[in-house]
């Protein structure tokens, strides 16, 4: 599976691992994960309903989660990084949908 990353997930993935050495070595795991099987049950990728149907999330950890879209000819497109609970991967893209 090819990987790009847009301009806003490297922001926010640059403020996200600063100081974080963990997330960022799960982050790399995770990235080599998807891209040999981006469905991989630990990954627990799943698309996402309401405003973000678009788009799909994986796994990084327990809070962190991937947020991408698939393009028409089958690579992924990572858009954010974030946790659920605090509401950044929903807010920041409800209005592109």
């Known amino acids: 599976m090819e990987v790009s990353f847009s301009s ?18 799960r982050f790399w795991q995770k990235l080599e994960q998807f891209t ?5 049950p630990s990954l627990r990728t799943h698309k996402l ?5 678009e788009f799909w999330s994986f796994s990084v950890d327990y809070s962190e989660r991937v947020l991408f879209y ?5 690579k992924a497109v990572f858009v954010d990084i974030g946790s659920q609970r605090r509401g950044l991967l929903s807010d920041r893209f409800v209005a592109m949908c």
């Open 70 to 74: 698939f393009t028409e000819d089958g």
């Open 36 to 40: 040999a099987e981006p469905f991989d």
């Open 49 to 53: 309903s309401g405003k973000l149907k």
């Open 8 to 25: 806003t997930f490297k922001r926010t993935f640059k403020k996200r691992i600063k100081g974080n050495a963990d997330l960022e070595a």
